[in-house]
């Protein structure tokens, strides 16, 4: 014979074990949230230094050959390249390939053998842990022009 103080613990104890499921979930929710606050704000921090790459790579091709200053400044491109890829920054690969709307972005065409391959790159394009991050700007052939 069950005692009705007997009942109240075992409804305490359910109860006890309902809120704390509830508080480990909150917990989980709470971490995800928070992973992707961080995800996102890496991922703005890393838009806004692509500029800053794309323009010592337009620099890169004035600079004159084999000085200090040149082995310097090459010295800073790859730190910059190198702190990307440790982010899971890649560059798109898009030279002599079919274009691709979700990976590269048509500025000009020009009239070539076969429509849709690439044959420059305007703006280099990125991936972060594949997703696009921001799209290849490239000049597409077009058979029809």
């Known amino acids: 014979m069950k005692k009705k103080g007997d009942k109240k613990q075992i409804d305490y ?27 996102m704000i ?3 921090m890393i838009l ?6 794309d323009n010592i790579i337009l ?3 004035e600079l004159p050959e084999d000085s200090n200053w040149t082995k310097g400044f090459l010295g800073i491109k790859a ?19 079919k274009f691709d709307p ?12 076969e429509s849709g391959i690439i044959v420059e790159i ?3 394009g990125y991936n972060l842990n594949n997703k696009v991050l921001r799209p290849a700007k490239v000049k597409v052939t077009n058979k029809t022009l």
């Open 122 to 124: 305007i703006q280099k």
């Open 42 to 44: 890496k991922e703005d």
């Open 102 to 113: 979700h990976l590269h972005e048509a500025v000009e065409q020009i009239e070539g053998e």
């Open 13 to 39: 104890l359910a109860s006890w074990k309902r809120e704390r499921a509830d508080f480990l979930n909150y917990k989980k929710d709470e971490s995800q949230r928070l992973r992707g606050s961080i995800e």
């Open 59 to 61: 620099a890169e091709k």
């Open 79 to 97: 730190q910059v390249i190198d702190f990307l890829k440790k982010e899971g920054v890649e560059e798109i690969d898009c030279l002599d390939k």
């Open 48 to 53: 806004e230094l692509l500029p800053i790459l």
